[in-house]
């Protein structure tokens, strides 16, 4: 056998990633965007793969200066040319790029301003009136970003989403530094238009904002608009609106009243009787856990088509066929796709442990996802039918160079009522004598861990440790009940788990039990506070942007609904709850050395609450560290550090290096 080759340090800022395949309506070739890795900026551009000839290049290239390259590639219908967003000016355009040779050119996205709160008649500076007889001027179109936008099947239509610009009016009181913002009353949002992509023409629709995604019906001649309440309305109350409006009237959208406020994801049926969405489960279940949901406009009638599935669903657009409907779900530690044709849901086979955006032509004739295993990196795969036989396709070289690959190991044990899984990664050396344990902690805590491909932990097997990486109570994957069963018990029994996890893996496998670390981001970098404060078994603990006082988290995070349900209202309705479930409240029982990893522009966990803990256990005479990332949000900052493609070119790899140093220094290695 040759010498395993892990990754280091420097070859995570070497890999890249590839999201969105899109297949061509002839379904001969696929698009698809490829990230460029961390240490070469990060940026996504879109790339080209014949089926046939099973060869890629690379389609689009952007200025220095741009600093995100191009996403959001999608074919227009005829296949004639392909479309994507750009911010190579001073806004984000739609590019089309034909097929058949040419450069790519942006459409004119420019409309008179809906809002201009310069005019307002408290504006500061005050509105000077026109002179007596005078006209007031008339507002001039504005040139505007484009956020999202959705194909007509036919081609006559795009449907942008488009925020309200920034009027000139406006650009004059922020130079001046007229700028207070009156909190929850900004009249900006995101609206739709409609725009003809033969002549550039924009029309205006009375869908109110904020937009936030649009379904069109296979006949093109309406589509369905989701809105969401502006100005923190979803933090009182799940806010969404549905919104059919039809093309040739986009002055009279119609709401759809029965559409429940956490609508999510829709598409029609291929006749277009019927509208599939995502939703707010029936069971009692965390906020944003879903079942699928038939609605038939003609009688306004809904039908549950997913309640007491034993698996999660996904949160992709259920994709329709002739006589099903098709969504993503978990289930256990696999992902896989769901057809509903009949009261029993038919889980399709895969090859690969998860799978995950797929897409199809209109005839159905090709259909392309990605997959991957714990011991195979993320591929593209291709197929003309569903069930039938599936190759990988040719596609730009993910990794730097060929790193030896682990198949983990699914494990079970028995934590109080419940059978909980864990997947187990060992290191080569375990196989000559016990080494290391990391136990890794996902996030959510309506999340899960899956049997794919992870480069942070082929990076932590790296140093010689295994990892166990565990779907404690409160995880997806396992039904609605499982997700629930942390409801007011959060570092509870989900803690019980955890550790029971670490013995069943203790007892049965070769791990040296005076070498323990945890390590966990976002609710992980929680239940790493938990642990902190409640065993003394782990020789470190990594916490990376975590809640640890509930109660000052609710009041500054950027969205409360979610919190709210577990510990069943307002925290301070229920201040005992709030505590026992804070981390903060068993600081003063902390010994194991901690470190605190935080993105100081983090609005979901922000970075007070890893300040309070620095402050506590650092006055409890605790060994720990704290380190702050500049510019760095919640995903942006955990998702560097797992190693993937970052534009701060070296946070990710500062992180790692003191999570490995900090370990090593506990373990006394």
């Given at each position: 056998?040759?010498?395993?080759?892990?990754?280091?340090?420097?070859?995570?800022?070497?890999?890249?990633?590839?999201?969105?395949?899109?297949?061509?309506?002839?379904?001969?070739?696929?698009?698809?965007?490829?990230?460029?890795?961390?240490?070469?900026?990060?940026?996504?551009?879109?790339?080209?793969?014949?089926?046939?000839?099973?060869?890629?290049?690379?389609?689009?290239?952007?200025?220095?200066?741009?600093?995100?390259?191009?996403?959001?590639?999608?074919?227009?219908?005829?296949?004639?040319?392909?479309?994507?967003?750009?911010?190579?000016?001073?806004?984000?355009?739609?590019?089309?790029?034909?097929?058949?040779?040419?450069?790519?050119?942006?459409?004119?996205?420019?409309?008179?301003?809906?809002?201009?709160?310069?005019?307002?008649?408290d504006a500061i500076p005050p509105v000077k009136k026109p002179a007596a007889g005078a006209e007031a001027a008339k507002p001039e179109p504005v040139e505007c970003d484009v956020e999202r936008y959705f194909i007509a099947p036919s081609g006559k239509y795009i449907a942008i989403l488009v925020r309200d610009p920034e009027t000139p009016g406006e650009k004059k009181e922020h130079d001046e530094k007229a700028d207070a913002v009156w909190v929850n009353h900004n009249p900006h949002g995101s609206r739709l238009y409609l725009l003809d992509p033969a002549d550039g023409k924009i029309t205006p629709t009375a869908v109110p904002p904020d937009v936030?995604?649009?379904?069109?019906?296979p006949q093109s001649d309406r589509l369905l608009a989701i809105a969401e309440g502006m100005n923190g309305a979803g933090d009182l109350a799940p806010a969404a609106t549905a919104w059919?409006?039809?093309?040739?009237?986009?002055?009279?959208?119609?709401?759809?009243?029965s559409a429940p406020t956490t609508i999510g994801a829709a598409a029609w049926s291929l006749d277009g009787s019927h509208i599939y969405f995502l939703a707010q489960a029936k069971a009692e279940a965390p906020p944003g856990y879903e079942d699928l949901y038939e609605l038939t406009p003609a009688d306004a009638s809904i039908r549950d088509l997913s309640d007491g599935f034993s698996g999660s669903l996904g949160h992709d657009e259920p994709i329709a066929e002739e006589r099903a409907i098709l969504e993503s779900a978990q289930v256990g530690t696999r992902t896989t796709l769901v057809r509903w044709a009949g009261d029993h849901p038919e889980q399709l086979h895969f090859d690969t442990a998860t799978v995950s955006q797929f897409n199809t032509n209109v005839k159905h004739t090709a259909w392309v996802w990605l997959g991957s295993s714990s011991n195979q990196p993320p591929a593209l795969y291709?197929?003309?039918?569903?069930?039938?036989?599936?190759?990988?396709?040719?596609?730009?070289?993910?990794?730097?160079?060929?790193?030896?690959?682990?198949?983990?190991?699914?494990?079970?044990?028995?934590?109080?009522?419940?059978?909980?899984?864990?997947?187990?990664?060992?290191?080569?050396?375990?196989?000559?004598h016990k080494v290391p344990l990391i136990v890794d902690v996902h996030g959510g805590p309506t999340g899960a861990f899956e049997g794919n491909w992870n480069a942070l932990t082929e990076f932590l097997m790296g140093q010689g440790w295994a990892v166990l990486?565990?779907?404690?109570?409160?995880?997806?994957?396992?039904?609605?009940?499982?997700?629930?069963?942390?409801?007011?018990?959060?570092?509870?029994?989900?803690?019980?788990?955890?550790?029971?996890?670490?013995?069943?893996?203790?007892?049965?496998?070769?791990?040296?039990?005076?070498?323990?670390?945890?390590?966990?981001?976002?609710?992980?970098?929680?239940?790493?506070?938990?642990?902190?404060?409640?065993?003394?078994?782990?020789?470190?603990?990594?916490?990376?942007?975590?809640?640890?006082?509930?109660?000052?988290?609710?009041?500054?995070?950027?969205?409360?609904?979610?919190?709210r349900w577990f510990y069943g209202g307002h925290p301070w309705?229920?201040?005992?709850?709030?505590?026992?479930?804070?981390?903060?409240?068993?600081?003063?029982?902390?010994?194991?050395?901690?470190?605190?990893?935080?993105?100081?522009?983090?609005?979901?966990?922000?970075?007070?609450?890893?300040?309070?803990?620095?402050?506590?256990?650092?006055?409890?005479?605790?060994?720990?560290?704290?380190?702050?990332?500049?510019?760095?949000?919640?995903?942006?900052?955990?998702?560097?550090?797992?190693?993937?493609?970052?534009?701060?070119?070296?946070?990710?790899?500062?992180?790692?290096?003191?999570?490995?140093?900090?370990?090593?220094?506990?373990?006394?290695?």
């Open positions: 056998m040759g010498e395993d080759h892990f990754p280091s340090n420097e070859d995570m800022r070497h890999v890249r990633s590839m999201a969105q395949p899109k297949v061509s309506p002839d379904g001969q070739s696929v698009l698809i965007q490829i990230s460029d890795a961390t240490a070469d900026g990060g940026k996504s551009h879109l790339w080209l793969v014949d089926v046939k000839a099973d060869t890629s290049r690379q389609l689009t290239w952007s200025p220095t200066a741009d600093k995100r390259g191009e996403s959001g590639g999608q074919w227009m219908p005829d296949g004639s040319s392909i479309l994507f967003l750009a911010h190579r000016g001073e806004h984000t355009q739609l590019f089309q790029l034909p097929m058949n040779g040419g450069e790519a050119h942006p459409f004119e996205v420019k409309i008179v301003p809906p809002v201009d709160e310069s005019t307002a008649p936030r995604g649009v379904s069109w019906a059919v409006l039809a093309v040739a009237d986009p002055a009279h959208p119609s709401q759809v009243k291709y197929a003309e039918r569903l069930g039938g036989t599936a190759k990988t396709l040719n596609t730009p070289k993910l990794l730097p160079a060929d790193w030896t690959q682990v198949q983990s190991q699914l494990i079970s044990w028995k934590s109080g009522t419940f059978s909980i899984e864990g997947l187990l990664y060992l290191p080569p050396q375990a196989a000559r990486r565990t779907n404690p109570r409160g995880s997806t994957g396992y039904g609605a009940g499982f997700a629930a069963a942390n409801k007011n018990d959060l570092g509870g029994g989900d803690y019980h788990d955890i550790m029971a996890g670490v013995d069943t893996v203790l007892a049965k496998y070769p791990i040296d039990p005076d070498k323990l670390a945890l390590m966990g981001y976002s609710y992980g970098g929680e239940m790493a506070g938990f642990v902190e404060g409640r065993t003394d078994r782990f020789k470190a603990i990594v916490s990376g942007a975590p809640v640890i006082d509930q109660e000052s988290e609710y009041g500054t995070e950027s969205g409360s609904w979610y919190d309705e229920h201040p005992e709850s709030a505590w026992r479930q804070s981390p903060l409240a068993n600081a003063a029982h902390a010994k194991t050395p901690f470190l605190l990893l935080q993105g100081e522009s983090d609005r979901t966990d922000p970075l007070g609450q890893s300040q309070e803990m620095y402050r506590a256990l650092r006055q409890m005479g605790v060994e720990v560290e704290m380190v702050q990332y500049p510019r760095e949000d919640h995903g942006p900052l955990g998702g560097g550090i797992f190693g993937a493609p970052s534009t701060e070119p070296w946070h990710g790899f500062d992180g790692r290096q003191r999570i490995v140093t900090f370990i090593k220094k506990a373990f006394g290695e």
